[in-house]
T-cell receptor, first 113, second 115 residues
Framework: QQQVKQSPQSLIVQKGGISIINCAYE??????FPWYQQFPGKGPALLIA?????SEKKEGRFTISFNKSAKQFSLHIMDSQPGDSATYFC????????????FGRGTQLTVWP | GAGVSQTPSNKVTEKGKYVELRCDPI?????LYWYRQSLGQGPEFLIY????????DSGLPNDRFFAVRPEGSVSTLKIQRTERGDSAVYLC?????????????FGPGTRLTVL
């Protein structure tokens, strides 16, 4: 059973546009929610992460929005660039400092120039 | 400093053979994780170590899979009697216990192909 559900599976955005990827979870014990970016042939790289005590976190062009009551969180990429084309994974863990990550299935983002 | 390194980068083996995959974590990172990623899927947890001991091995699919970390640094994932279904990218990650976030840093992975 998928602990973290991610959508859409693929996303095509024009350069300069906003990319939005959504994730949902059921386990209320989750208290750490990272997003990873993965390029072909590489390992996932941590992009940005949030804890449920805040509703939004922004780092540069990347923003996580978190809705604790709905058990949903999303990644927004502002001013999307061709270099952002990659696969994005949301994840969650029960430990905010340690423990296994439960990953979504991934979203393949393509940004057209 | 150096990131997580994994060797070999690619491994091709025949069904029934034994393989070992190695992970060198970031220096000083006491937590080490193994994940498996199938094509088009997210990483799937296998096992993690705190120091030398396995803190959670609930993700190992069966007893053909085993991992060790004898000195609390380098780890080896061992797969016996490999099956075609074991073909995947095996990812290793490490993190610093005591940091404020569960930040796991991943290596490039070992692509295992079982013929």
């Amino acid at each position: 059973q998928q602990q973290v559900k991610q959508s859409p599976q693929s996303l095509i955005v024009q350069k300069g546009g906003i990319s939005i990827i959504n994730c949902a979870y059921e386990n209320t014990a989750f208290d750490y929610f990272p997003w990873y970016q993965q390029f072909p042939g590489k390992g996932p790289a941590l992009l940005i992460a949030i804890r449920p005590d805040v509703s939004e976190k922004k780092e540069g062009r990347f923003t996580i929005s978190f809705n604790k009551s709905a058990k949903q969180f999303s990644l927004h990429i502002m001013d999307s660039q061709p270099g952002d084309s990659a696969t994005y994974f949301c994840a969650a863990s029960r430990g905010s400092t340690l423990g296994r990550l439960y990953f979504g299935r991934g979203t393949q983002l393509t940004v057209w120039p | 400093g150096a990131g997580v390194s994994q060797t070999p980068s690619n491994k091709v083996t025949e069904k029934g053979k034994y393989v070992e995959l190695r992970c060198d974590p970031i220096s000083g990172h006491t937590a080490l994780y193994w994940y498996r990623q199938s094509l088009g899927q997210g990483p799937e947890f296998l096992i993690y170590f705190q120091g030398t001991g396995a803190a959670d091995d609930s993700g190992l699919p069966n007893d053909r899979f085993f991992a060790v970390r004898p000195e609390g640094s380098v780890s080896t994932l061992k797969i016996q009697r490999t099956e075609r279904g074991d073909s995947a990218v095996y990812l290793c990650a490490s993190s610093l216990i005591g940091s404020s976030y569960n930040e796991q840093f991943f290596g490039p992975g070992t692509r295992l192909t079982v013929l």
